[in-house]
């Protein structure tokens, strides 16, 4: 069982639809929890953290479930420039060992 | 202020040849990572630096790959010889590790490795 793991989609959407993606990881000593976005061909960039309460910033809403392991992302009024991989980025305390999954590929349609 | 910066850009080389990756980090941030990206996965840690010090290399393959950060700045990643396995895009990113341990990474655009 890979360490964290996604659905890979690719999720297709019309502009204006709310999508979710969820990630699930396996170490239950997991303490960081992040989404980084990467467009084709470039960088991962910091889309938002995830914090134990829940946190919103604009349009996206991320929630992490320690209970069950898996954080969420959720994008409201999806626009076309939302067309990217979305990665569930998760990182333990001490060795700040960092994990990756294999992204989540979203294609906005107009 | 300035990103992450990697060169080159792009490297194409044929198989058993040595290539070397370069990366100088933002500026005052004290770790810097060298991740592997393969086609249609998430970057995996090749190594990370603490300052000058390598922290976390388990998943260096060591008989081929090498990095240094002299004087804790810059780090140059090489491998010698390359086989046709290595070609992925390989990131650079860098990080200010505070007090409380958290930390943003900030990726730099990455040298794309074709190995024929």
């Known amino acids: 069982r890979k360490e964290v793991e996604q659905d890979p989609g690719p999720f297709n959407v019309p502009e204006g639809a709310t999508v979710a993606f969820n990630c699930t990881y396996s170490?239950?000593?997991?303490?960081?929890f992040f989404w980084y976005r990467q467009d084709c061909r470039k960088e991962p960039k910091l889309l938002m953290s995830?914090?134990?309460s829940g946190n919103e910033d604009g349009r996206f809403t991320a929630q992490l479930n320690r209970a069950s392991q898996y954080i969420s992302l959720l994008i409201r009024d999806s626009k076309l420039s939302d067309s990217a991989t979305y990665l569930c980025v998760v990182r333990d305390t001490g060795g700040f060992k960092t994990i990756f999954g294999a992204g989540t590929r979203l294609f906005v349609k107009a | 202020e300035a990103g992450v910066v990697q060169s080159p850009r792009y490297k194409i080389i044929e198989k058993k040849q040595p290539v070397a990756f370069w990366c100088n980090p933002i500026s005052g941030h004290n770790t810097l990572y060298w991740y592997r990206q393969n086609l249609g996965q998430g970057p995996e840690l090749l190594i990370r630096?603490?300052?000058?010090?390598?922290?976390?290399d388990s998943q260096l393959p060591k008989d081929r790959f090498s990095a240094e950060r002299l004087k804790g700045v810059d780090s140059t990643l090489k491998i010698q010889p390359a086989e046709l396995g290595d070609s992925a895009v390989y990131l650079c990113?860098?990080?200010?590790?505070?007090?409380?341990?958290?930390?943003?990474?900030?990726f730099g655009p990455g040298t794309r490795l074709t190995v024929l």
């Open positions: 170490n239950s000593a997991s303490q960081s």
């Open positions: 630096y603490e300052n000058e010090e390598a922290v976390d």
């Open positions: 990113a860098s990080s200010l590790i505070g007090g409380m341990g958290t930390d943003t990474q900030y």
């Open positions: 995830v914090y134990s």
